[in-house]
């Protein structure tokens, strides 16, 4: 399968606990993007990178999460200190031309 | 800055019959527009996408959508749907060149026997 993968797919985690996500997204593909999406609501945009290169940080990515793609391949999305608030999907899509091609995403509860 | 907004949060429908979900968007530029798919617990599945030409797009399992710029409307079609069909659909919007997507809220298309 070359499609865009994610890891793990479902993490639960203690109030306080920091988290580590990880995207591999399909290869070759320069641009890589992490979104978030609460229950009942469509995706919303986090971050992306063109390569290594952080080009954009929504304002919802609040000093407690960090994104890096250090060799432009893969990519890790980490929240410190997790509040319940937190809880929610966490995708990440990467793209080719003018198409984003989603992973299956990871599922993050926060008790 | 764009703005998405799906018209229907539900809809239902009895298997076999058409159905349309409703797609208005807001852009001060020129967008990309785009159907996903998305069964539970899973990621996004796309559907079909409008860059330019004609304003009629086909996509996978049967679906069709058609791109109104007066109205700045995509609305989504098939005119028959299965059980599998069952899932939530997001219509989204990129500008011109790439970059973020901007989703509406999902409609939730509930197919019954």
């Known amino acids: 399968d070359t499609g865009v993968s994610q890891d793990p797919r479902h993490k639960i985690t203690k109030r306080g606990q920091n988290v580590t996500f990880r995207c591999d997204p399909i290869?070759?593909?320069?641009?890589l993007y992490w979104y978030r999406q609460t229950l009942g609501q469509g995706p919303e945009f986090l971050t992306y990178f063109q390569n290594e290169a952080q080009l954009e940080k929504s304002r919802l990515l609040s000093d407690r999460f960090s994104a890096e793609r250090p060799k432009g391949s893969f990519s890790t999305l980490e929240i410190q200190r997790t509040e319940q608030g937190d809880s929610a999907m966490y995708l990440c899509?990467?793209?080719?031309?003018?198409?984003?091609?989603f992973g299956p995403g990871t599922r993050l509860t926060v008790l | 800055a764009q703005s998405v907004t799906q018209l229907d949060s539900q809809v239902p429908v009895f298997e076999e019959a058409p159905v349309e979900l409703r797609c208005n968007y807001s852009s001060s530029v020129s967008v990309y527009l785009f159907w996903y798919v998305q069964y539970p617990n899973q990621g996004l599945q796309l559907l079909l996408k409008?860059?330019?030409?004609?304003?009629l797009v086909k996509g996978i399992n049967g679906f069709e959508a058609e791109f109104n710029k007066s109205q700045t409307s995509f609305h989504l079609r098939k005119p028959s749907v299965h059980i599998s069909d069952t899932a939530e659909y997001f219509c989204a919007v990129s500008p011109l060149g790439g970059g973020k997507l901007i989703f509406g809220q999902g409609t939730e298309l509930s197919v019954k026997p």
């Open positions: 290869s070759e593909h320069n641009r």
């Open positions: 409008y860059l330019s030409g004609s304003t």
């Open positions: 899509a990467s793209r080719v031309t003018d198409t984003q091609y």
